[in-house]
């Protein structure tokens, strides 16, 4: 009789299939914990947790908009900044010049520049734009704090350019050939084709590198923290100082004494995970449609 | 449609090609200030003492960042230890058997990992352990970066491997190699660049954070070796220093911020030379 030898193949499959299961189950218990020692905040707070601007431990009081409207303020206005650098980045490497040595260089400096720590960001914001920011604000006349939104953003928009500066340049890189041809044989300019045929086909694929950039710039911590200003009061002025969800954990997460306050400031996470997760999700589901679509 | 000149089609054309370029370059200024300003400021504290010596009290000049560097190298090895391991055969699994709805479902989960802010999985770290052993720990923060290096293992041991050719693993099963040992012994070796570029690349991120390790290894001004207590890291420190009123502690904080970004701009550049040089091609 032919003895078949034990391959371990069952036993390998069901260790590969339990690591997967792991992995879930991972994510699974990060968002359960975070609701978990969330809900005592969840029930003290309601809903004036983001309606209200009254953020005070000593009475009790904890309603986080003005953190969330600082988040979102130095997000948009570092996504606006960050988005118009990412088109020329990925109009330049992704249309005029895909190789070469302009090309290796700037795509190794952009790259780079996704691998410096957010500390080491907040450092240099807080030692070189923080004094420019704030002789603007003398020369404008108002008070010269140099912290403030603005310039959080300003930093901000520095450290999420690669993300979506890489994953646009990869869409119109795979803007097909015929097309782009098609249009200059018919006497279009250069121009006029990366404006008419690349933008247009590689539009969708740009927007979720957005999204990812967005996602992160919601998320970063350290360098805004050290720029920010970290202010209690509600404001839209950008020259101000002011605060974001991140920042306000950072500083306080350590210090908070008390379930209602520690459980607060998890609620603020809980926010953050959520937010954060939904848009990384939809801008890696757009980027996947519009690869797999440009591959046909 | 409305007639526009050749000429001025032309012009607009030049036009937009020096706006990209220059709005291009203006990109670039960032990266080209950073190292400046980090190489003037931060190259001249260095010195041998600065590398072993304990950060000394206010006022006192000298003084240095051993216990920043052991507690980053211990951290890292920390995060390694979980995340590597777990991270290579979830990669494993996704590309051998990601087709599945599980399969699908933990492709999920590691991409929504990847996109989570750091200082959620500080806090995930902190209600695991910091709370349960009541005191923070150099094994709490090891626990926080290990779960932000583990996406980028997975993610990218997942794409090395589906880049591996059938043909490669249809000889080693037609040889009568078993499913197995073809898959740990011929997959993935011939994949071995990507796996090790995904984990310089986790190496690299991990080194860097420091909000995650805000309120898990906290940060201690001694040099210890001892996981259960709290824990200097380098970018902790930075963070610290940076922050403090100080002018002598401002020059540390240059000295660790050029010692840091050495750090893990050589990793990056690392990572590119062995993809380069070890590319996964058939």
Same mark, same amino acid.
């Given at each position: 009789m032919v003895r078949i030898r034990n391959d371990y193949g069952s036993t390998f499959r069901s260790l590969l299939v339990l690591v997967g299961l792991a992995v879930s189950v991972l994510l699974a218990a990060i968002f359960l914990s975070l609701f978990l020692f969330s809900r005592p905040a969840l029930l003290n707070n309601g809903l004036r947790f983001i309606t209200g601007t009254e953020w005070n431990p000593v009475t009790g009081k904890f309603q986080a908009l003005t953190f969330v409207v600082g988040t979102l303020l130095t997000s948009f206005i570092a996504l606006a900044i960050a988005t118009v650098l990412s088109f020329a980045l990925a109009i330049l490497l992704g249309y005029y010049f895909r190789t070469g040595a302009l090309a290796s260089v700037m795509k190794t400096a952009v790259e780079l520049l996704a691998g410096i720590p957010s500390v080491v960001y907040g450092f240099i914001g807080l030692f070189f734009l923080v004094p420019i920011v704030r002789a603007f604000q003398l020369v404008l006349g108002m008070p010269?704090?140099?912290?403030?939104?603005?310039?959080?953003?300003?930093?901000?928009?520095?450290?999420?350019?690669?993300?979506? =500066?890489?994953?646009?340049?990869?869409?119109?890189?795979?803007?097909?050939?015929?097309?782009?041809?098609?249009? /200059?044989?018919?006497?279009?300019?250069?121009?006029?084709?990366?404006?008419?045929?690349?933008?247009?086909? =590689?539009?969708?694929?740009?927007l979720g590198g957005v999204l990812l950039a967005l996602g992160r710039a919601l998320g970063e911590t350290m360098a805004v923290?050290?720029?920010?200003?970290?202010?209690?009061?509600?404001?839209?002025?950008?020259?101000?100082?002011?605060?974001?969800?991140?920042?306000?954990?950072?500083?306080?997460?350590?210090?908070?004494?008390?379930?209602?306050?520690?459980?607060? /400031?998890?609620?603020? =996470?809980?926010?953050?995970? /959520?937010?954060?997760s939904a848009i990384n999700i939809l801008g890696k589901l757009i980027i996947k449609r519009t690869s797999a679509a440009a591959q046909l | 449609?409305?007639?526009?000149? #050749?000429?001025?089609?032309?012009?607009?054309? *030049?036009?937009? *090609? $020096?706006?990209?370029? %220059?709005?291009?370059?203006? %990109? &670039?200024?960032?990266? &080209? #200030?950073?190292?400046?300003?980090?190489?003037?400021?931060? $190259?001249?504290?260095?010195?041998?003492?600065?590398?072993?010596?304990?950060? *000394?009290?206010?006022?006192?000049?000298?003084?240095?960042?051993?216990?920043?560097?052991?507690?980053?190298?211990?951290?890292?090895?920390?995060? @390694?230890?979980?995340?590597?391991?777990?991270?290579? @055969? %979830?990669?494993?699994? #996704?590309?051998?058997?990601? *087709? &599945?709805r599980l399969g699908s479902v933990t492709r999920l989960a590691v991409e929504t990992l990847m996109g989570i802010p750091s200082i959620v999985l500080g806090i995930v770290a902190y209600v695991w352990v910091v709370r349960p052993m009541r005191g923070f720990s150099a094994l709490s923060g090891g626990i926080a970066l290990a779960m932000i290096m583990l996406p980028v293992i997975t993610l990218a041991t997942e794409e090395t491997l589906l880049l591996i050719p059938v043909s490669l693993r249809e000889a080693a099963l037609a040889l009568g190699v078993s499913y197995p040992r073809t898959v740990l012994r011929v997959v993935l070796?011939?994949? #071995?660049?990507?796996?090790?570029?995904?984990?310089?690349? %986790?190496?690299?991120?991990? $080194?860097?954070? @420091?909000?995650?390790?805000?309120?898990?290894?906290f940060g201690n001004p001694y040099l210890t070796g001892n996981i259960l207590k709290p824990m200097a890291s380098l970018p902790l420190t930075i963070f610290n220093y940076a922050t403090s009123p100080y002018p002598e502690w401002h020059a540390l904080a240059w000295g660790a911020s050029f010692v840091l970004l050495v750090f893990v701009l050589a990793l990056n550049l690392l990572t590119k030379l062995v993809s380069a040089k070890w590319k996964v091609q058939f």
């Open positions: 010269p704090y140099g912290v403030g939104m603005l310039t959080a953003s300003i930093l901000l928009a520095f450290m999420i350019l690669p993300y979506s =500066a890489s994953i646009g340049r990869e869409m119109i890189s795979l803007v097909p050939e015929d097309l782009k041809e098609a249009a /200059l044989s018919l006497g279009a300019t250069p121009s006029e084709v990366v404006r008419k045929v690349s933008l247009p086909y =590689a539009r969708s694929g740009i923290t050290m720029v920010v200003g970290n202010s209690y009061n509600l404001t839209l002025n950008v020259l101000s100082p002011g605060n974001t969800m991140a920042s306000l954990i950072a500083n306080e997460f350590s210090e908070a004494t008390g379930e209602v306050y520690l459980s607060s /400031l998890i609620e603020i =996470a809980l926010l953050l995970f /959520l937010v954060s | 449609m409305r007639e526009v000149s #050749l000429q001025r089609r032309l012009r607009g054309d *030049k036009a937009f *090609k $020096a706006g990209t370029l %220059a709005l291009s370059l203006v %990109a &670039t200024v960032p990266l &080209t #200030l950073i190292l400046v300003f980090i190489v003037i400021r931060g $190259a001249s504290s260095i010195n041998w003492q600065f590398l072993t010596a304990l950060p *000394k009290p206010v006022g006192e000049s000298g003084g240095g960042i051993a216990n920043a560097l052991v507690g980053t190298v211990l951290l890292i090895l920390i995060g @390694s230890l979980i995340s590597i391991p777990l991270g290579v @055969s %979830a990669g494993i699994f #996704l590309a051998e058997r990601g *087709k &599945t070796p011939a994949g #071995l660049s990507g796996i090790l570029t995904g984990v310089l690349l %986790a190496v690299a991120r991990g $080194a860097g954070e @420091s909000a995650p390790l805000l309120f898990t290894a």
